[in-house]
Structures are given as C-alpha cells and as structure tokens.
C-alpha cells in the first residue's frame, strides 16, 4: 500500500490517466488557438473544443453546447454567474436569495454585490444541511432576480432539492443558478429535467485537470443573459475573453464521458466502501458523529465528528491518510467550520469534525487500513483528552464555566 | 500547515499525560481554555513540602501545537520551584517550539494552565493553613 493515502476527493482528485492520454496531443502536435481562423492548427482545436462542448451539455443534460462558457474554473463560473446576471438584470431587480452554505466562491459574490447596493437573502438549512425548497419560495419578491443554490455540499455531501427549487424558481419566473461542482457526475443532475437556468462545474472534482471549468447558461425557455466579466477578444460567444484552454477543455469532457459511462457503478462502489468505513469506525469507537443527511448524500462522503477529539490534533495523527477538518485550527481565521456551524452543530463539534472524502482509486484495502488508523489513534487521543476524562467521569461539560479565550 | 520537528516530536512522545489526584493536598490543577475555541488544557503539578514541583501532568483536547506546549510545559516545570515555574512565559514555548503566529494561542494555555496549576495549588495551601491555624 501507498502511503498516504489521499481520502480528499472533495479538494480535488488525481486525473484519469486515460483523460492524461486524451489531453497530450493537444499540447504537442494539436497544440493550436482554437480561435485561428486561418489555418489547420486552428481548425482542429476548434473542432475538438466544439465536439467537448457537445459532450459536456450532455453531460449536464443541456440541449446544446452552445450553452457551455469555458471559464478557469469553478470560482470563475461562480462569479460571472451571480455577478454576470446581476450586472444584466440590475434594471429589473436587485434582490438575491442563496443559502448560508454555499461556496464562498457563491458568498463572496453576492456580498461584492451587496456592497453594490444588491439586496442579498442567504437561507438557513435543516441539521442534516438540507435547504427547504418553501424557504426559497417564501423568500421570493418581485425584486428577486437570481436564487443560487448548490447541488451538493462540499463538506458534508448533502445534495439539495433541486428540482423542488427549480421547479419554483420557473413558476415564478426567476432564474436558478446550481454550482454543480461537487455533485455533478456523482448524482443525479439535469439541467433540463430540474429547471436549472445556470450551472457551474470544474473538471478537477471529476478526475480531470485543474484550471478548466464552464458555466451552463441556458439559451432556450428562458433565454439566459449574462454580463461578461473579463473584457478581451470576445470569446465564448462574448461571454468570457481569453484563449481557450484546449488541452484542459479536451481533459474536462473526456473526464465527463467517463462519468457517463461509468458513473453510476462508481457511485454504488463509493458508497459501499464509504458505508464500510463508517461502520468499522462506529463498531469500534463510541461517540461518533454523522454530519450531514444519511441518504441525500454524496456517495463519497463521510463526515464525522469524534467526539473530544480535535480535529487538527486528529489529521496529524492519522497523517498516513490525507483528509480534511471543519477544526477551526486548519484555518487562519481561527473560527471553525461555518456550514457544520449552520446546520446547528455545537462548535465543539465542529472542532473534532474529519471529512473522508473517497474516490475512484480509493480501494477496500484503503478502507481498511484507515478505519484501522483512525480507531487507534482517535483512542490513543481520548486518553489524553481532559474532556473525554471528565465525561467518563460523569461530569457534564456544558455545566463548566469556560473560559473563552 | 507543516509542523516544527520539535511540535512532532512531542506530539508523537507527549510527556507527562496523565492524572494526579486534584483532592491532594500537594496537587495543583489548572484547567483553561474552552471546548468551543478547540483547546482545552488540564495541566497538573505535584508540590514538595519545600515548594519544589515533583511532577507534572497533562491532558490537552486540542491540535498538536497545544499537545506538543502542554507536554513541553511540564517537562520544564517539573524540578523547578513554584517562583521559578511562575516565570515561565509562553515566548519561550513558542520559541523552543518554533510556533507560527497563528499558534502562538497555543503557547498561552499553556503559560495559563502553568499559571493556574500554581495558584490552585497556592489556594489550598492557604485554605489548609487558615484550617490549622483555627483548629
């Protein structure tokens, strides 16, 4: 066994090596500008950028690729979506409806906005990180332009009704906007069957490369608009400027036909192993928490918070798998976790929260070996831990005046 | 974030964990921090009659600065007086330690728990005193 194992599929995950092959010609023999126009270098990248686009509108379930702008990335998608449509229909209202759990590629947008004078309402979810599609119903007004909401969510997996929002959204002839990134090819997402208006998705959370996304804007029922964020030399339909990333467009739709294809024995593998791991480690060890909804949940995803454990304390333990925590120790800013915090999980909680996030090259022999892992040494630290002293000794926390510091 | 040598080297040897009986006369306990800020220190001492620590123990519920502080704490206190071990400051745990600025948090605690281990302890020796000296 390779070690470290890598259990942070939700970061980013290790290409495929048949989207590696796929992409190499384009950087050696097919290396051209996609937007040349007078010459066989720029034919060819043309035509197989057109032929990706095809594969990823299917992908989403899009009617067409004229429907996919290539963006940098998932943040970029983000931005010129929230920022793209409130710049377009300002003039018809200024008032947005999103959720407290969203990417902050989403929450930063629409606080840029607000400092615009845009009016900005963020949604509360449920304990397992579930949106009420009423919510956003309630929450609409005659100002409410754009409702951004995420198909699943990067910490705890949980996947969003979006086809109950979507089908509100139409009803009240407000566009939707989904940033698909972590749940897309991993369950189920149609942009055409959920009413979904807009869509952003990357290729590197789908064994593809980095530095290559899209942004799905609808062209039909309704015609979607969007004000372009980057000026230049009007690519992608005057969308988004910037000479094509061939090589990584060519990677992102042969990540996304292999998805296609095998998506969802992939997702009934992940699952099983994922379930595998979640109970070795409860059959084992007390007091262990699931965050997150136990079935609308990404098939790769565990979140667990062991209880009187701190999470940083527990990666550099387990450091022979590498994972990640809603400790606030992992950040700068020294305050844990805001999604496990919104769905009403004590900070201390959050604290000792570890996210696994399994992917395709996880094996059983992985799984294995880190619920092993994690059970020593999630023992080895409750016997130094003062808390988990003073719960064996019947002692309530919650009754001690702490110090907060 | 990449650990100092030092952080792992006692985060993976810790020394000193473990319990003294808080009852005892000759124990002082500090606890500090809070669950909800992700550390909490217990950091205990055991006093001689001529005011020198002879042990020292912790438990800490926090990432592997605040175990690796903890466990550096009591290895410099234990042999120390109690006016010696009051001078401890947490710069020089964060310099042994090499701690980022971001960790620096973590050397505090453990300054504080030296801190209040000696005044638990200081408490019940005036508390024991004003009781003989009533009797």
């Given at each position: 066994?390779?070690?470290?194992?890598?259990?942070?599929?939700?970061?980013?995950?290790?290409?495929?090596?048949?989207?590696?092959?796929?992409?190499?010609?384009?950087?050696?023999?097919?290396?051209?500008?996609?937007?040349?126009?007078?010459?066989?270098?720029?034919?060819?990248?043309?035509?197989?950028?057109?032929?990706?686009?095809?594969?990823?509108?299917?992908f989403i379930g899009a009617?067409?690729?004229?429907?996919?702008?290539?963006?940098?990335?998932?943040?970029?998608?983000?931005?010129?979506?929230?920022?793209?449509?409130?710049?377009?229909?300002?003039?018809?209202?200024?008032?947005?409806?999103?959720?407290?759990?969203?990417?902050?590629?989403?929450?930063?947008?629409?606080?840029?906005?607000?400092?615009?004078?845009?009016?900005?309402?963020?949604?509360?979810?449920?304990?397992?990180?579930?949106?009420?599609?009423?919510?956003?119903?309630?929450?609409?007004?005659?100002?409410?332009?754009?409702?951004?909401?995420m198909l699943a969510?990067?910490?705890?997996?949980?996947i969003q009704?979006i086809a109950?929002?979507g089908?509100?959204?139409?009803?009240?002839?407000?566009?939707?906007?989904v940033d698909a990134v972590q749940g897309v090819g991993k369950t189920r997402f149609d942009v055409e069957a959920m009413?979904v208006?807009?869509a952003?998705i990357?290729?590197?959370?789908i064994?593809?490369?980095?530095?290559?996304?899209?942004?799905y804007?609808?062209?039909?029922?309704?015609?979607?608009?969007?004000?372009?964020?980057?000026?230049?030399?009007?690519?992608?339909?005057?969308?988004?400027?910037?000479?094509?990333?061939?090589?990584?467009?060519?990677?992102?739709?042969?990540?996304a036909?292999?998805l296609?294809?095998?998506g969802?024995?992939?997702?009934?593998?992940?699952?099983?192993?994922?379930?595998?791991?979640?109970?070795?480690?409860?059959?084992?060890?007390?007091?262990?928490?699931?965050?997150?909804?136990?079935?609308?949940?990404?098939?790769?995803?565990?979140?667990?918070?062991?209880?009187?454990?701190?999470?940083?304390?527990?990666?550099?333990?387990?450091?022979?798998?590498?994972?990640?925590?809603?400790?606030?120790?992992?950040?700068?800013?020294?305050?844990?976790?805001?999604?496990?915090?919104?769905?009403?999980?004590?900070?201390?909680?959050?604290?000792?929260?570890?996210?696994?996030?399994?992917?395709?090259?996880?094996?059983?022999?992985?799984?294995?070996?880190?619920?092993?892992?994690?059970?020593?040494?999630?023992?080895?630290?409750?016997?130094?831990?003062?808390?988990?002293?003073?719960?064996?000794?019947?002692?309530?926390?919650?009754?001690?005046?702490?110090?907060?510091? | 974030?990449?650990?100092?040598?030092?952080?792992?080297?006692?985060?993976?040897?810790?020394?000193?964990?473990?319990?003294?009986?808080?009852?005892?006369?000759?124990?002082?306990?500090?606890?500090?921090?809070?669950?909800?800020?992700?550390?909490?220190?217990?950091?205990?001492?055991?006093?001689?009659?001529?005011?020198?620590?002879?042990?020292?123990?912790?438990?800490?519920?926090?990432?592997?600065?605040?175990?690796?502080?903890?466990?550096?704490?009591?290895?410099?206190?234990?042999?120390?007086?109690?006016?010696?071990?009051?001078?401890?400051?947490?710069?020089?745990?964060?310099?042994?330690?090499?701690?980022?600025?971001?960790?620096?948090?973590?050397?505090?605690?453990?300054?504080?728990?030296?801190?209040?281990?000696?005044?638990?302890?200081?408490?019940?020796?005036?508390?024991?005193?004003?009781?003989?000296?009533?009797?």
């Open positions: 066994m390779n070690l470290p194992i890598y259990m942070d599929n939700h970061a980013t995950t290790p290409m495929d090596p048949r989207v590696l092959r796929a992409m190499e010609p384009y950087f050696l023999s097919q290396f051209g500008n996609a937007a040349s126009r007078t010459h066989r270098f720029g034919w060819e990248a043309e035509a197989a950028v057109e032929d990706a686009r095809e594969t990823l509108a299917r009617e067409s690729g004229k429907e996919i702008v290539f963006t940098s990335g998932a943040t970029e998608a983000d931005n010129l979506a929230i920022k793209g449509v409130a710049e377009y229909y300002g003039s018809k209202g200024r008032h947005i409806v999103t959720t407290v759990i969203e990417h902050k590629a989403v929450l930063d947008s629409c606080k840029r906005l607000e400092k615009d004078g845009y009016s900005v309402t963020y949604l509360g979810v449920d304990h397992s990180g579930r949106v009420d599609p009423e919510e956003v119903r309630r929450a609409l007004t005659d100002q409410t332009i754009l409702v951004s909401v969510n990067n910490e705890v997996g949980t009704p109950e929002i089908a509100i959204t139409r009803e009240k002839g407000v566009l939707l906007h009413n208006d807009l952003s990357t290729a590197h959370k064994y593809g490369p980095k530095g290559i996304g899209a942004l804007v609808r062209r039909k029922k309704p015609r979607v608009r969007i004000a372009a964020q980057m000026d230049g030399g009007g690519h992608e339909r005057g969308n988004r400027s910037g000479t094509l990333n061939v090589p990584g467009i060519i990677g992102f739709a042969k990540a036909e292999i296609m294809n095998e969802a024995a992939e997702a009934e593998r992940l699952r099983q192993l994922r379930d595998r791991l979640h109970q070795k480690i409860s059959a084992k060890l007390e007091l262990v928490t699931l965050n997150g909804h136990p079935e609308h949940r990404l098939p790769g995803n565990l979140n667990l918070s062991f209880s009187f454990v701190e999470g940083e304390g527990l990666m550099m333990a387990i450091k022979d798998v590498a994972v990640s925590s809603g400790s606030a120790c992992t950040s700068a800013s020294l305050e844990p976790s805001y999604v496990l915090k919104s769905m009403g999980l004590d900070d201390e909680l959050a604290h000792s929260s570890i996210r696994f996030g399994l992917g395709r090259f996880n094996t059983e022999a992985d799984v294995d070996f880190v619920a092993d892992l994690v059970i020593g040494k999630v023992s080895r630290l409750r016997d130094m831990s003062p808390l988990y002293e003073m719960h064996k000794d019947g002692i309530d926390l919650k009754s001690i005046q702490w110090a907060a510091h | 974030m990449a650990y100092s040598e030092k952080v792992i080297e006692h985060y993976e040897n810790p020394r000193n964990v473990g319990t003294l009986d808080k009852d005892a006369d000759d124990v002082g306990t500090g606890l500090v921090g809070a669950p909800a800020c992700g550390d909490v220190m217990r950091l205990q001492i055991k006093v001689s009659a001529a005011g020198v620590i002879e042990d020292a123990r912790f438990k800490t519920f926090g990432c592997g600065s605040a175990i690796a502080s903890s466990s550096l704490a009591t290895e410099w206190i234990k042999g120390k007086t109690l006016d010696e071990a009051e001078k401890l400051v947490n710069s020089q745990i964060a310099e042994e330690l090499n701690l980022p600025p971001v960790k620096i948090h973590c050397s505090v605690l453990a300054e504080d728990a030296i801190k209040s281990a000696i005044e638990d302890f200081r408490k019940k020796q005036a508390a024991r005193k004003a009781l003989s000296g009533g009797s």
